[in-house]
């Protein structure tokens, strides 16, 4: 199969990935019907895991996996959730991406992987101040385009 | 990304970044026209472009307060 990611974005990605720190944990929902992108994002999310061992991945389907589709809030295929790991135990810190994160979307994914791995948001100390007084729930959907 | 910076720093935060095009249904709902644009809890908040890690944070603080 033709690779997505070309030998020199491979060893970019590779380069950044020594700043990796704690496992992270990708979880692929995919869908076996009506899904455009669902192979080409599992390739791709394949070929990024395989330049770290850092990373892993778990490939899960919407309809099969409804329970775990569900507990981690994916409704939209391809999905894409980037959890932190420890040992068995899965974190999970609601940080997810819908549809293919190629183009611009590709560097978010990279350093959403690296968040996720430092364990550590970098924001302002007032920021996490304010963050941390939250009462209800939020729930952000960010809309990006590709280009 | 400031997005799943909050919801890393954040128990009470989740952050999904979708892709506009391949769910046109739902940016046409909140209707996207300039990206990226941040939807808070279903509309309640929005932003616009990239901005400061202040201004999402008193939008958020506005949505959910």
């Known amino acids: 199969m033709t690779k997505l990611l070309n030998e020199e974005v491979s060893d970019q990605v590779r380069e950044v990935f020594n700043g990796l720190k704690e496992p992270v944990q990708v979880l692929f929902f995919g869908k076996e019907s009506d899904c455009d992108y669902c192979d080409d994002t599992l390739q791709l999310i394949n070929e990024i895991v395989d330049l770290s061992d850092k990373l892993d991945l778990d490939v899960k389907d919407m309809q099969k996996d409804a329970d775990s589709a569900k507990q981690y809030k994916v409704d939209k295929a391809p999905g894409l959730v980037i959890a932190g790991r420890d040992g068995e135990r899965i974190l999970d810190y609601g940080i997810r991406f819908a549809g293919i994160p190629s183009g611009h979307e590709f560097s978010s994914l990279i350093n959403s992987l690296l968040l996720v791995s430092g364990r550590d948001s970098g924001l302002n100390q007032n920021t996490r101040q304010a963050l941390s007084e939250l009462t209800e729930p939020v729930d952000m959907l960010v809309f990006v385009t590709p280009t | ?65």
Do not use: C, D, Y
């Open chain 2, 1 to 65: 990304m400031l997005a799943h910076q909050m919801a890393l720093e954040s128990p009470m935060i989740e952050a999904e970044m979708v892709e506009a095009t391949e769910f046109s249904e739902l940016s046409n709902r909140f209707s996207v026209s300039g990206v990226p644009q941040t939807t808070i809890n279903v509309g309640a908040g929005m932003v616009v472009g990239a901005v400061p890690e202040v201004q999402l944070l008193e939008e958020i603080q506005k949505a959910a307060g």
